[in-house]
């Protein structure tokens, strides 16, 4: 079975990558998800300067969902530099750059130092669901401001393609998706987490998390990832790659993310679930899947929900 | 890998049963549930509206969980201000624990508050028949804790070393780990630790030198406790899912284990 896709240039050995957010602090931190049978990693969001988080509780979880506001923290370029350099020396999978700001002029300076450190792509976070105390609304919640920063960046990022991650909490995901796509962004991660959501302690009568709320993530959030990726591969006709994330646990999740129109399956919260060997368990299921099926590789079924519909209509 | 299903993400807060204090420093909170937590594993203390911090449990009788702490950092000061009857969550139980087989010989090498999940390892231990040899190290006699329990374990000896001499040996609880390994006795059949990491590193080196197998828990930041957000690693492996307790060989192949631990931030830092 060939797992294999080149993406944008880029070859992944199969389509899952390491979310970012996720275990992705340092270059052994990569180097282990890698072994454990990841396609690609993603780096833990990459500030110029550093970013102090929010204090704990900032990650709890129930089986079926999971609740993080830990505040994006990060110590600056120094480390991003140190670490990616240490990645890169000996690069096992692609990287995917995670970059974050607070205006759309210091995403561009963010970038232009990033993009120095060659990562196979950025990706950038604009919508973060638990620093609206800090930051406001993120800039994935306006077609102005998400076309802004996706212009911004890509004056500086040269040949490293550009993704821009959006967000499901907004009204119609397609038309950010079409203004970042017009501004020259060259693919999009499908989504950030949901919400954001509160959990209450019955017993304090407290919200849990220090942040009082946070974003969601985990097998709950599945079909509004399959609907959010739907709209974006139907808003930029196909066209652009899209990673999608949100809640896939299984090879079959993943084929579901693929027929939505996701090229590459982000992996996140089911590192908690399944373990590390999560990676190597959904490329499994997927082959396994696409042997029963007859599907010669998953590559094919990018996209097939609107293929279906299609043939459907007509 | 523990399931989601069977460990308890997300905090629940409990009325603290019973306040023991052990030392000026340090003491016990007791709780009135159980959640099935093994020696060496840890819990997430939440202090609802300040902050949530790691702490080994220090016994789980399948009734009563309970913590030692030492009133150290912002938290855990304000911690040691609560008293029975006040709200404190707990989630977890988390990560590895020590392991042994029936009848094994133990020496048990504990410093500082160390001793506290090194008592519950030897209660546990002792349950399934082992010899047991804790030697609990402080920087002097009032910082000693747990010996009464200790001296209490069927089986059990006790040995006592403080770095002013008040108490016991003067001078380290590894200068008495390396006597009895030099000495004529029988070789142990492993030993565990829990301590400081500079502690941990001189077990480490004495226990590789003389083929002893050896477990030793690892402290790292931590945030979430189980896998997700990556804080806790040393060379890549989380320490709150494959730590804290780690085998000696696994710990020896850390390039970072006694050298670099990282902050809230992910940055490094060296011990």
Known sequence: MHLSQTVLGVTFKNPTVLASGIWGITASSWRRVAQSGAGGVTTKSLWLTEHKGHPNPTIISTPHWTLNAVGVPDAGIEKAREEIGEYNAQKPVPLIANIIANTVENYGKTAAEIVTLKPDFIEVNISCPNVEDEFGKPFACSVRDASAVTKAVKAVSGKTPVFIKLSPNVDDIGAIASACAEAGADGFTVINTLGPGMAIDLRSRLPILANKVGGMSGPGIKPLAVRCIADVYRATGGKLPIIGTGGVMTGEDAIEFLLAGATLIGIGTAVSLRGAEVFRLVCEEMAAWCDTEGVKKPAELIGGMHRALSAQKS | ?271
């Open chain 2, 1 to 271: 890998m523990t399931c989601g299903c069977c460990q308890n993400r997300l905090p629940v807060t409990y009325r603290i049963a019973e306040v023991r204090r052990e030392t000026p420093f340090v003491q016990t909170f007791v709780f009135p549930v159980s959640l099935g937590a093994r020696p060496g594993q840890f819990v997430m203390v939440w202090l609802p509206g300040v902050d949530e911090v790691p702490m080994s449990v220090a016994n789980d009788d399948g009734k009563k969980l309970q913590i030692t702490f030492f009133a150290v950092g912002d938290t855990t000061k304000k911690l040691a201000g609560l008293k029975k009857g006040d709200l404190v969550g707990l989630r977890g139980p988390f990560g590895t624990h020590y392991a042994w087989k029936p009848k094994q010989t133990i020496v048990l090498v504990a410093g500082g508050y160390g001793a506290a999940p090194m008592y519950f390892a030897a209660s546990e231990a002792a349950k399934d028949k082992c010899t047991l040899m804790a030697i609990i190290g402080a920087r002097s006699k009032e910082h000693l804790l747990y010996l009464d329990a200790f001296s209490r374990l069927p089986k059990t000896t006790v040995s006592i070393a403080t770095d002013d001499g008040s108490q016991g040996h003067k001078g380290f609880n590894v200068d008495l780990l390396k006597e009895f390994l030099e000495g004529k006795e029988k070789k142990p059949d492993q030993v565990f630790a829990c301590g400081p990491e500079r502690m941990l590193v001189a077990v480490s080196d004495l226990c590789a030198e003389h083929s002893v197998p050896c477990q030793l828990s690892l402290e790292r930041y931590m945030k979430c406790g189980y896998g997700l957000c990556g804080n806790c690693v040393i060379n890549g492996v989380r320490m709150c899912v494959d730590g804290p307790v780690v085998q000696n060989d696994a710990a020896r192949a850390f390039t970072e284990f006694g050298k670099v631990h990282r902050d809230h931030l992910g940055k490094k830092h060296t011990l």
